[in-house]
């Protein structure tokens, strides 16, 4: 079986893909490992992405879409299949993909769609709170400390990492609306998009990706 799993920041992709890639004997791939690879191995691929990064600009699609097939034709142990997170990020990624792909046993057969509404996604990021004397963390809509910014384990400050205010935020919501939503929809057309309302807690979310898997 092979996975695309999609989300917005904050979806819980992260923690869901580890669960699905052990339950199923999946390898889990994401794009960001893919380029490590390709530069790392110093593959003609790499060294073109490379140039690309290191102008501080985007790897065009046609590379992007090399890479990914042939990481994938290339596993050796090709467990039950993948799942592929972070990808197909934009329309013609999914069309090149499935060009590439069509017929193969790199098809990709589910797409799983973790849904949660936006102003949920803002609430989680931007709530986001830790310690960074003993690691804590806290949402302060969730989750919050005590005393208000306060870590209540040793009471240190709590910190905000950088990108997780509502501008930076937008930024990536708006790119996903923008660029993600229209594979989900590419997909939904032929008929293999899993929805799972990942708005609620972990134990029913799993129940749901198990169930949606299993059928
Ligand atoms: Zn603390």
Same mark, same amino acid.
């Given at each position: +079986?092979? #996975?695309?799993? +999609? ?12 669960? #699905? ?45 090399? +890479? ?16 592929? /997170? ?27 769609? +973790? /849904? ?47 990108? /997780? ?30 929805? #799972? ?19």
């Amino acid at each position: +079986m092979n #996975i695309f799993i +999609m989300g917005a920041p904050g979806s819980g992709k992260g923690t869901f893909s580890s669960r #699905i890639k052990d339950e199923f004997n999946l390898n889990h791939i994401s794009t960001g490992d893919i380029f490590r690879a390709n530069i790392a191995n110093d593959t003609p691929l790499g060294q073109q992405a490379k140039a690309y990064t290191e102008k501080g600009l985007l790897v065009p699609d046609e590379i992007t879409n090399k +890479m990914v097939a042939d990481y994938l034709a290339n596993l050796t142990d090709k467990k039950n299949g993948y799942l592929l /997170d972070g990808y197909p990020r934009t329309l013609d990624q999914a069309k090149a993909f499935e060009q590439m792909t069509k017929g193969t046993d790199l098809a990709v057969d589910v797409v799983v769609a +973790m /849904d949660v509404p936006f102003d949920v996604l803002t609430k989680r990021i931007t709530g986001r709170r830790t310690c960074k004397k003993c690691g804590a963390i806290y949402n302060i809509y969730t989750t919050p400390p005590q005393t208000e910014e306060i870590c209540d384990v040793c009471g240190e400050p709590l910190s905000q990492r950088k990108d /997780d205010n509502e501008e930076s935020l937008k930024v990536r919501l708006d790119e996903y609306a923008k660029n993600t939503e229209p594979v989900i929809a590419y997909y939904e057309e032929k008929g293999i998009v899993k929805h #799972i309302n990942a708005d609620r807690g972990i134990d029913e979310i799993w129940s749901s990706i198990q169930e949606a898997l299993k059928n």
